[in-house]
């Protein structure tokens, strides 16, 4: 069922404060003492304002790392409490008590948006609360972090980078609408649209850029049909120049805001507006998705970002840190890059712990430090990878028979493939040479060790082959 939260009664400062006192009380249980008085102990709730419960911390390093690391479990918590509360939004602020934040109200509709690095848009108690408006705000609140000065660009992203320029330029073009953003989590779909909407809006400030998750799309629908205002969502939606909606797998199984999307879609190309829209998948691949809308969705441009390579990650760490001020040797830098290979959202995560813990306590980073404060994110990352998943990726990669891994056959075309395998094996487990040997049809351990040094002699001679097996490597690794 759609149903739109954040409709619940409001809590009284009493309750409200309660409340507080047993999530305080949870997440001290929960992390320990020691992790709470260092992170969390300095935490104040500001405000409720609307569905949101404002969490202010002093200093900028506390914020974010309370914003990365605790951000989700304080959201759970606080729904856990009461249902009002949708989202927690941690800032940066005096501590204060909870009576004396009356004046933490959301900023007016008419007034600028929010610029307090708020990177979802406006919540859905307050878009219900003004859904009785005729032209409706909306303009969400974009993430100031996210422009395109702080986009680094490499091979993964380049294209669909290109194709947002194109689109901050000149809404509308022919060939570009609708823009259809598609990736893994953490990749940068979000940053990439809000460094749209701000380019927009900076370039020319009349047009209005309206940015919001296909969440919000959702709720603000439904708050429209419950208070049969649809005509007036209709005509505040389609008078936007610029439409973006983030996270469009959202609307999978939801038929009705679907299908009102759909229409809406269609009045804003059929007027010559600009649409830009996210999703995880292709629109082919968004199983679910209707298929008229499906089509119209691919019918202006597909740009697909990809997986991170290494040289991007090492890129965007080069640029986050002299962004921070804060000097990150380069060998942490190759190290995080090498290790955190899942997304970008955790390569940000843990080099803002690096910072924090390098503020708080005065010490430079080192490799040393580095692996110790962020033990637990590389543990996650250490995944163990199997010489059976070795041996079917490189076979799969050369085209060759898995049970050639162990065979006899001494043709160069399984032969060096067997090698790769074997060097993979070496570098990626913990197995020693004889077991390796074991698992390649009973080989002796000097032959694994002559795979080895013979696979890292043709790394070094021939760069082609070398980015071959890195290749391979990153795919076993993520
Ligand atoms: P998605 O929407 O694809 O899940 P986001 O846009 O939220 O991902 O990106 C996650 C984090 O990674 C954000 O902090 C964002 O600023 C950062 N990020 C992603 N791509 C880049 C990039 N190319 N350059 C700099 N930062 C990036
Ligand atoms: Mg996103």
Redesign the pocket.
């Known amino acids: 069922m759609e149903k739109p939260a954040g409709s619940g009664p409001s809590l009284s400062a009493a309750a409200m404060g309660e409340a507080w006192a047993r999530i305080r009380g949870r997440l001290r249980e929960e992390v320990g003492e020691v992790e709470y008085r260092t992170w969390l102990r300095q935490m104040t709730l500001a405000a409720i304002e609307g569905d949101e419960a404002v969490v202010v911390l002093p200093t900028r390093f506390l914020r974010d790392w309370v914003r990365s690391h605790y951000g989700d479990r304080l959201s759970a918590l606080w729904q856990q409490e009461s249902p009002a509360v949708r989202r927690v939004d941690v800032r940066l602020g005096p501590q204060r008590p909870v009576e004396d934040a009356e004046d933490a109200a959301p900023a007016g509709r008419d007034g600028p948006p929010r610029r307090h690095g708020l ?1 979802e848009p406006l919540s859905a108690g307050k878009a219900a609360a003004r859904s009785g408006d005729a032209r409706g705000d909306w303009s969400a609140p974009l ?1 100031p ?2 422009t395109f000065d ?5 091979k993964p ?1 380049e294209f669909a ?1 290109a194709c947002a320029r194109r689109v901050a330029e000149k809404p509308a073009l022919p060939g570009f609408n609708p823009l259809f953003l598609y ?12 460094a749209v909407a701000w380019a927009i809006r900076d370039g020319e400030p009349a047009r209005n850029v309206a940015y919001m998750s296909a969440e919000k799309f959702m709720y603000r629908f439904i708050a429209a049909l419950r208070s049969q205002s649809t005509m007036e969502f209709k005509e505040s939606l389609r008078s936007v120049d610029v439409l973006m909606v ?2 469009l797998q959202f609307l999978i199984g939801k038929d009705n805001t679907q299908e009102e999307f759909f229409h809406t879609f269609n009045a804003l190309v059929d007027a010559g507006k600009q649409i830009v829209v ?1 999703a995880d998948k292709s629109p082919s691949d968004l199983n679910g998705l209707e298929d008229r809308l499906r089509t119209r969705l691919g019918c202006g441009i597909v740009a697909d ?1 990809h997986a991170t390579t290494f040289e ?1 990650r090492l890129s ?1 760490l080069g ?2 840190a002299m962004a921070a001020g804060v000097e990150v040797p380069k060998n942490v830098q190759e190290f995080l890059a090498h290790k955190i290979t899942s ?3 955790e ?2 995560g843990a080099l803002n712990r690096l910072i924090a813990h390098a503020n708080l306590f005065g010490r430079a980073i080192t490799l040393e430090n580095a692996q110790e404060v962020l033990q637990d994110i590389l543990r996650a990352h250490d995944r163990r990878v199997t010489i059976e998943e070795i041996q079917r990726k490189v076979a799969e990669h050369y085209n060759i028979r898995l049970t050639d891994m162990s065979s006899a056959r001494r043709a160069r075309a399984v032969a060096r493939p067997r090698q790769v395998a074997m060097y993979l094996a070496k570098q990626l487990t913990s197995r020693s040479l004889p077991e390796i040997g074991r698992r390649f049809g009973n080989r002796d351990h000097t032959t694994v060790m002559h795979a080895v040094s013979r696979i890292s002699e043709l790394m070094q001679a021939d760069s082609a082959f070398a980015e071959d097996v890195e290749l391979l490597r990153r795919m076993l690794e993520t």
């Open positions: 990177a993430d972090r996210f702080t986009f680094v660009v490499g992203n980078h990736g893994g989590v953490g990749l940068g779909k979000t940053h990439l649209m809000h983030d996270d996210s970002i991007l965007i640029a986050k997304n970008i959202r390569l940000d």
